[in-house]
């Protein structure tokens, strides 16, 4: 035995330790006389010093908080609309700043060799230091208080997680049988008698815009060339645009179109109140409009083909509980970008498996808004369109539904129409669309649960299509991807297994993209961009579900204007023959308007100083928008990726490194087409 070590040994042989201590001196020796103290009762003492300091100072903010008062009241009443959603965003900035101050913590205990799978187990007394000490506290508050609830929540949102994706397996075996049984929806009667033009229903085509400049031209052209007896046809252009030289194009291009014997009107509200709805709305209100049975609602983007009423009309015939029929969607400038890619993923997922599955097995579907034709007896006996929501379409499709109407949905009608290309239009249009749903919902549960159609269709519309594909997905989506599992790498105790966040949500994006086959090679990045959306789904949700000021927003999406080569040809040639029969004053009108335009695109363009003079840049520069809950987020998932880092986590490391360079590069405006 070493010269400076002490032997100590007891009597009874069947019950005896042995201490080795090696070294004299003399610190290595506990003090007896000294009362050993556990980390819990130091952090509550730790948090009684914080507790007195922040009374102390209490004081201070006081007479600051009274003068600020009443110019926060003032920044709040007349608060921004780029403003809306703050909280959300505090909210962000508070878990990304425990996180840095976590993760700064964490590289001190790394780089101090610190054992914390023994920390409970370390006496009291072989800690050393106020840091450590501090570490202790905290690593006992976390496991006895934190740990608990974030364990709770995950286990909550990777129930529902779960619930969603059976949803989406059973939606897509229901699909596959569909294909296998070659089930689509057959015509019970004989089709139309085309040689005899009295056999035509009337139809009323309706084609709401709002400063639609880019694309108003190609929806007026496909709508006035939509292969229907003339003498049976209405058009009405609903404008409701703002400006008075993109009214007098709109009108000008009616006209001309009048001229050609095409049935069309220009109508102009003077009272724009409820946007889309209160356009359509008003329309309805024509005296004329009781003379026709059906009624066709267009976009201004959308291009429907010429025997588009040909497809959808007869299935009316011998059908009187049907009301609507909707047509799918397909996307001219699907391949333009990253973004427009991953986009058409969804809505292909959307009317190949949702719409079809729905329409065949429960005749009932949400209306898309466009590219569909109504019985107009229905639109009257379910209320008509209301202005209560920014999601009127959905609106009367509920209630339509609830008064026993039958939908038809026709997987092989298409009507071309386009995505947006930007992040911020389509950031604006997936808020209206997910808020929108929430506001609906808390409107129609009394009328839902007071109607007359059976318990299953009751439980499918509050629990399917309003909870679980409305609330629960965009809830458990951020929730579990982009706040648990980021702040699960400051608490071990409620790390997430591998297979909720690799193995499931692969399977659920393949899914997803089963439809479009084509876009396999976008597996990774659309199941990242899919949780990077989730903030904007989520907090649209919020908005709508406790209706704040931005559930009410309208903002018309972005459109480019583009069109297939087909179209453009068609086009082309139609406006080289508008322009010969177009008189001289019309020219002229046209020409003034055109130079109005340049002119004010000079105006806007950025100049440069060159010798003095002053000359405006040939090329407008684009600009990139900066999303602050974006970035936010992305820092968060990167500072939760070092701490992953520092435990060698492998799959966690990598999820949450490239989920937040995902966040990072849609923060910045990375994606898609930028905007001028």
């Known amino acids: 035995m070493a010269p400076n070590s002490v032997a100590v040994t007891m009597e009874k042989p069947d019950n005896f330790s042995l201490l080795e201590i090696n070294g004299s001196d003399p610190s290595s020796f506990p003090d007896n006389k000294r009362k050993s103290i556990s980390p819990k009762q130091f952090s509550w003492f730790l948090l009684l010093k914080a507790h007195r300091l922040v009374s102390s100072l209490s004081w201070l903010f006081a007479s600051v908080k009274k003068r600020l008062s009443f110019s926060s009241k003032a920044i709040n009443e007349e608060e921004d609309p780029k403003s809306r959603g703050k909280q959300m965003y505090r909210f962000i900035k508070a878990c990304l700043v425990i996180s840095i101050v976590a993760l700064s913590i964490e590289i001190v205990a790394y780089y101090k060799n610190w054992n914390l799978d023994l920390v409970n187990r370390r006496p009291s007394w072989e800690v050393r230091g106020l840091v450590e000490w ?6 006992s508050f976390r496991s006895d208080y934190i740990a608990p609830i974030v364990i709770t929540l995950s286990k909550f949102c990777t129930v529902l997680f779960l619930i969603q994706s059976l949803d989406r397996l059973v939606l897509c075996l229901g699909c596959f049988w569909i294909k296998f049984k070659k089930i689509e929806p057959k015509l019970k009667d004989d ?19 709002c400063n639609e400049r880019e ?74 409009v009781k003379d026709y049975e059906f ?14 009423l040909k497809k959808t009309i007869p299935h009316f015939k011998g059908n009187p509980e049907l009301g609507l029929v909707q047509a799918r969607w397909s996307f001219v400038n699907k391949d333009e970008n990253l973004l427009t890619r991953l986009q058409n993923i969804n809505l292909c997922f959307h009317f190949e498996v949702e ?43 509920v209630r339509a539904h609830l008064n026993g109407w039958k939908f038809i949905y026709l997987n092989d009608v298409e009507v071309t129409c386009e995505l947006p290309e930007s992040y911020e239009a389509y950031k604006k ?49 951020f929730t579990l991807f982009c706040i648990i599992l980021p702040l699960t790498m400051f608490i071990p105790e409620a790390e997430l297994p591998l297979w909720i ?40 949700m919020i908005s709508g579900l406790f209706q704040l000021g931005s559930a009410y927003e309208w903002v018309v999406t972005k459109k480019t204007g583009r069109s297939s080569e087909s179209d453009l040809l068609a086009f082309a040639e139609k406006e080289e023959k508008l322009h010969r029969r177009n008189s001289e004053s019309g020219l002229e009108l046209l020409s003034k308007l055109k130079e109005q335009e340049m002119n004010l695109a000079v105006q806007e363009t950025p100049k440069k100083s060159i010798g003095g003079l002053v000359r405006p840049n040939s090329k407008i520069k684009k600009r990139n928008m900066v999303f602050k809950k974006e970035l936010g987020l992305a820092f968060l998932l990167l500072t939760a990726a070092a701490r992953s880092f520092l435990s060698a986590h492998g799959l966690h490391f990598y999820f949450l490194l490239f989920q937040g360079l995902s966040f990072l590069v849609v923060g910045l405006d990375l994606i898609g087409e930028q905007i001028n």
Not at 134 to 139: H, K, R, T
Not at 255 to 282: C, D, P, Q
Not at 297 to 305: E, N, Y
Not at 516 to 529: A, D, E, H, Q, R
């Open 191 to 209: 089709e139309l008698d085309l040689e005899d033009a009295s056999n035509f229903p009337m139809v009323l085509i309706q084609i709401p815009m």
């Open 134 to 139: 501090s570490y202790m506290a905290w690593l």
């Open 295 to 308: 009624v066709t609602i267009f976009d201004a983007d959308f291009t429907p083909s010429p025997d588009f």
């Open 355 to 397: 719409q079809q599955v729905n329409g065949v097995f429960l005749n009932f579907f949400g209306f898309n808004g466009t590219a569909g034709v109504w019985r107009i007896k229905a639109l009257e006996e379910s209320g008509g369109w209301l202005e209560r929501t920014t999601v009127e379409d959905m609106d009367i499709a």
């Open 215 to 288: 694309v108003y031209e190609q929806s007026i052209g496909a709508a006035s060339q939509l292969d229907w007896p003339k003498d049976r046809i209405l058009i009405q252009v609903l404008d409701d645009s703002d400006d008075p030289n993109l009214q007098l194009l709109i009108k000008e291009e009616v006209t001309a179109w009048a001229e050609k014997g095409v049935n069309i009107i220009y109508r102009h509200r003077l009272i724009r109140t409820g946007y889309k709805a209160g356009n359509l709305k008003s329309a309805m209100t024509c005296d004329y």
């Open 501 to 540: 966040i690799c193995y499931v949500p692969i399977f659920i994006s393949l899914l997803n993209i089963l439809p479009s086959p084509k876009s396999f090679p976008f597996l990774i990045p659309y199941l990242l961009f899919e949780n990077t959306m989730s903030i904007t789904k989520f907090n649209a």
């Open 429 to 477: 249009q997936q808020h209206r669309w997910h808020s929108g749903p929430m506001q609906l919902f808390r409107l129609c549960l009394p009328s839902i649960i007071k109607s007359k159609i059976s318990v299953g269709k009751k439980a499918n519309l509050i629990f399917l299509f309003f909870l679980l594909r409305k609330l629960i997905l965009p809830f458990y989506s």
